[in-house]
C-alpha cells in the first residue's frame, strides 16, 4: 500500500521538546550575539537580518512536501533568533519595557490563536496538512518566539527574581502541564500549546543565566562559548532526528476507501510521547 506524509511537522514527544528547548535557548544566544556582544550591531539592525533569513527558512519548509528535520528546525531556530531581536527592539529600543512588551505580545498570541481556531483548520500539529494550516503552526511559532524573550526578561529583570529562579519557575510550570496531561482531561491541544508557549521563555532565561556576567546574576561563560555548546547539542539531536524521521512523522493509507487510518507508527496526540 502507498503511503503519503499527512503532515509536514514532526510527532510530539520527547525528543521534539528536547530540541525545542534547545533550538528556542540556542535562538537567544546567537540574536545577543549579533545584536549585542560580540557583534553590537544593534536590535533593528539584527531583527532585519534574521528577518531574511526566517523568510529564505520558511519558503524551504512550505516547498517541501513532507517532514525534513533540518529545515524544519532551521525555521523554529530563526523564529527564536528573530523573536529575541524584535522583543529586544520593542522593549528596550521602543521603549515598551518588559511588562508593556509582554502584555503586546501576549494579546497578539491569543488573537492569532483565535483567529487559527476561527478558521477551522486543526490546531494538532500532527495533523496539519495544509499549507493555510502551516503558515497559521508558523505564525504563532514567530509570535510565542517573541512573547517568550519577552516574558523571559519580565520575569527575570522585570520582576527581579533573577535568571535562575526564574528558569525553576518555569520548569515547575512544565512540569504541572506534564502532570495535567497525565492526570486530567484537559484537551492535548490545549496543553501542547501551553507548554509550547512556555519553552521559549525557559530557553531564554536558562541561556540569560549560563551566558550573563556573574554581576549580573549568570555564571559569566559568554555569548561565544554558549552558541557554540548549544549549537553542538542541536546539530547531535537533529542528526538524530534525520536519521529517524520516517518514525517521527505521521503518514496516511491512501488505499484505504475511507481516506485512511494512520499506520503503527502513529498513535494519538501525546504531548509527553517519545
Avoid at 483565535?114 to 503552526?137: C, F, H, N, P, S
Avoid at 508558523?138 to 520575569?155: Q, R
Avoid at 482531561?185 to 508557549?197: C, D, E, K, P, Q
Avoid at 517521527?248 to 517519545?274: F, L, V
Wanted: aromatic share 8%; no cysteine.
Amino acid at each position: 500500500m502507498s503511503k503519503v506524509p499527512v503532515s509536514k511537522l514532526p510527532m510530539v514527544g520527547v525528543l521534539f521538546w528536547t530540541i525545542k528547548i534547545v533550538a528556542t535557548t540556542l535562538g537567544e544566544s546567537v540574536s545577543n550575539f549579533v545584536s549585542m556582544a560580540p557583534l553590537n550591531l544593534g536590535y533593528s539592525t539584527g531583527a532585519i537580518i534574521f528577518l531574511v533569513v526566517f523568510a529564505l527558512t520558511l519558503t524551504v519548509q512550505l516547498k517541501v512536501d513532507r517532514f525534513r528535520p533540518v529545515v524544519f528546525w532551521s525555521v523554529i531556530l530563526t523564529t527564536s533568533i528573530v523573536g529575541t531581536a524584535m522583543s529586544d527592539f520593542m522593549n528596550r529600543s521602543a521603549g515598551l519595557g518588559y511588562a508593556g512588551g509582554a502584555f503586546v505580545l501576549t494579546t497578539l498570541l491569543v488573537i492569532v490563536l483565535i483567529g487559527w481556531r476561527v478558521t477551522g483548520q486543526t490546531m494538532d500539529v500532527e495533523r496539519i496538512a495544509t499549507t493555510k494550516g502551516e503558515v497559521l503552526y508558523w505564525t504563532a511559532t514567530l509570535v510565542s518566539n517573541t512573547l517568550g524573550t519577552s516574558s523571559g526578561d519580565f520575569l527575570s529583570d522585570g520582576l527581579g527574581i533573577g535568571f535562575r529562579d526564574a528558569a525553576l519557575l518555569l520548569s515547575g510550570a512544565m512540569l504541572l502541564i506534564l502532570a495535567a496531561h497525565y492526570l486530567t482531561r484537559i484537551s492535548g491541544t490545549v496543553l501542547f500549546w501551553a507548554a509550547y508557549v512556555l519553552t521559549r521563555p525557559l530557553g531564554a532565561v536558562a541561556e540569560n543565566a549560563v551566558e550573563k556576567p556573574v554581576a549580573k546574576g549568570g555564571l559569566g561563560v559568554g555569548t561565544t562559548i554558549t552558541s557554540a555548546a548549544l549549537l553542538a547539542v542541536l546539530v547531535v539531536l537533529v542528526g538524530y532526528q534525520q536519521l529517524t524521521h520516517r518514525r517521527q512523522s505521521r503518514t496516511e493509507d491512501t488505499a484505504s476507501p475511507t481516506g485512511g487510518q494512520y499506520d503503527q507508527q502513529s498513535s494519538a496526540h501525546d504531548p509527553a510521547r517519545g
